[in-house]
Nanobody, 123 residues
């Protein structure tokens, strides 16, 4: 069973930076594609970024392109989301997700999810 644990969320001011981490266990890390998604109350979970099993991709939502960077450290079985120039509209619960091999922007394609970490950007 693949397990994902996110960390690194918190409160940051408008224009600030945060780095989210997602540690993965229980699966064949090298075969997993990873994604980051986010959700605010009353809205559907939305795609943020994804990276393929061999670091192929990555792909970003238009709203975060140029500000966020997804990467993976194979020695630590961890995927990161480095977030710069944060805006109040980035406030959400951020979820890490995993699927086999290919990167995807669709929540429906991911079988494994973390518990989420809150990111709050104050204006």
């Amino acid at each position: 069973q693949v397990q994902l644990v996110e960390s690194g969320g918190g409160l940051v001011q408008d224009g600030g930076s945060l780095r989210l981490s997602c540690a993965v266990s229980g699966g064949i890390w090298s075969n997993l594609a990873m994604g980051w998604f986010r959700q605010t109350p009353g809205k559907e979970r939305e795609f943020v970024a994804t990276i393929g099993w061999s670091s192929t991709g990555p792909l970003y939502a238009d709203s975060v392109k140029g500000r966020f960077d997804i990467s993976r450290d194979n020695s630590k079985s961890t995927v990161y989301l480095q977030m710069h120039s944060l805006k109040p509209e980035d406030t959400a619960v951020y979820y890490c997700a995993a699927r086999w091999f290919r990167a995807s922007m669709s929540t429906a394609d991911y079988a494994y999810w973390g518990q989420g970490t809150q990111v709050t950007v104050s204006s």
